[in-house]
């Protein structure tokens, strides 16, 4: 790479009308009718954060669909609970929501509380670094302007990443005309994460993040 390129600045570092937008409130919304259990989303996450083999960040779970012979795929992450269980399990308080939405993971002391108290199954302990982790939205990406890596890589768009509070905002606009639904309502947990085309059924066949097998329907890894 020669002086003249290697000087041009990077798209998060032009300054004045191109200067980096920070989102306000992340959102993401799922469409399970688009997903094509292609796996990208996962396997740029694990490339993304070095999660290890057996463990998850996000995972597409296959389901094979009642009274038919066909296969569901049904994306899964953490999601970004308003009301989240992990934070209140935590006894030191490693686990907070920030600001802008997203549930994070600071200063982890191993107690393992939170893994235990996720209803989605979305955090796991790593025993290399010692300390519980999940899917944080790629915020080193979103803070500079790039969208979450399972976002970017997905062939259909059945990943979208936006800001909740912008009306300009597709995730935001989708929100409100389409009226998206939360993984297991029932928990209460005000997630930030929605779902398009998610019947009730996928929700017992699709046990969580980590978790591959259950009796409602045959899963594949």
């Given at each position: 790479?020669?002086?003249t390129e ?13 200067e980096?937008k ?7 919304i ?9 796996h ?5 996450c694990?490339?993304?954060h070095?999660v ?7 995972r597409?779970?296959?389901?094979e669909?009642p009274d ?6 049904i994306?899964m ?17 490693a ?8 549930v ?11 893994v235990?108290?996720c209803p989605?199954?979305a ?5 290399q ?11 080193h990406r ?8 399972c ?14 509070e ?6 935001a ?5 389409l ?6 309502a ?12 998610l ?9 969580g993040?980590?978790?591959g ?6 899963i594949?890894?």
């Amino acid at each position: 790479m020669g002086d003249t390129e290697r000087a041009l600045p990077l798209p998060w570092e032009i300054p004045g009308e191109n200067e980096i937008k920070k989102v306000k409130k992340v959102g993401m919304i799922i469409d399970v009718r688009r997903c094509v259990g292609c796996h990208a989303c996962s396997v740029s996450c694990k490339t993304e954060h070095n999660v290890p083999l057996g463990d998850f960040r996000n995972r597409t779970q296959y389901a094979e669909t009642p009274d038919s012979n066909t296969l569901s795929f049904i994306p899964m992450i953490c999601m970004q609970c308003e009301d989240a269980p992990c934070v209140q399990a935590c006894p030191v308080g490693a686990i907070y929501n920030k600001e802008d939405g997203r549930v994070l993971v600071v200063n982890c002391e191993s107690h393992k509380e939170c893994v235990k108290a996720c209803p989605y199954d979305a955090i796991f302990y790593n025993d290399q670094t010692k300390s519980a982790e999940k899917c944080d939205m790629c915020e080193h990406r979103t803070e500079v302007g790039m969208p979450p890596a399972c976002v970017e890589v997905c062939p259909t768009e059945a990943l979208r990443f936006g800001d909740l509070e912008d009306e300009t905002d597709l995730v935001a606009k989708l929100t409100k005309d389409l009226s998206p639904v939360a993984f297991k309502a029932e928990e209460k947990t005000n997630p930030r994460v929605k779902y398009l085309g998610l019947d009730k059924w996928m929700e017992e066949a699709a046990p969580g993040v980590q978790r591959g097998d259950n009796e409602a329907g045959i899963i594949y890894e």
